[in-house]
């Protein structure tokens, strides 16, 4: 009986992984994220964005967009156009945006009505609440908007932007 050769088995299982590693990573790359990327980069108000990153459940991308983006349309583009590459995977767009203190400070006076609005579906609400608190800020607007997903608010200043995107399902609150 012949004794089995190690060196040529792991030479061999060496150059299987590689390839078939190799060969996925450059499916990953040329048939997922490259369509995707090129989709976002092409919706109107994205300034930038970052190659998607993929789990087995969500899509994540990161990006900058233009100071009067709609982000609800941004949104819905990129999940009409990407549907095809990442299916029924949940999409989560991280908006990087220049903020200021008025703006975290506005947001902070109207974050406990914006959250129990949130948690007693109370949607209507939210635009409300966020009118009362900008208010008392001079030459600041506030702009809301709902999806099926989604609540989405801008709100901005003469030299900033802050976006907030809050999820409609009650256990992804946490998240905010």
């Known amino acids: ?15 299987s992984a590689s390839v078939l590693f190799g060969g996925w990573a450059i499916y990953n790359q040329a048939a997922v994220a490259a369509p995707l990327e090129k989709a976002v980069k092409n ?18 991308i990161d990006m900058v967009l233009e100071p009067d983006a709609n982000v609800k349309s941004i949104y819905e583009t990129v999940q009409a156009n990407g549907k095809d590459v990442f299916g029924d ?17 506005l947001w902070s006076a109207s974050l406990f009505q914006v959250a129990e609005a ?25 702009t809301t908007d709902m999806d099926d997903t ?10 900033s932007v802050k976006y907030v ?8 609150l946490g998240v905010w």
Do not use: F, H, W
């Open 89 to 105: 995977r949940k999409l989560e767009l991280n908006i990087k945006a220049e903020s200021s203190k008025q703006l975290e400070e």
């Open 1 to 15: 009986m012949m004794k089995p050769r190690v060196m040529p088995i792991i030479i061999t299982a060496a150059i």
């Open 43 to 60: 919706v109107e108000g994205v300034v930038s964005s970052t190659k998607p990153v993929m789990t087995s459940d969500r899509v994540m």
């Open 150 to 159: 989604n609540v989405y608010i801008t709100i901005k200043n003469a030299e």
């Open 165 to 172: 995107v809050l999820p409609r399902a009650a256990a992804q």
């Open 118 to 142: 949130m948690e007693t579906k109370a949607y209507s609400d939210i635009p409300i609440a966020m009118a009362e608190a900008a208010e008392s800020y001079k030459d600041v607007s506030v």
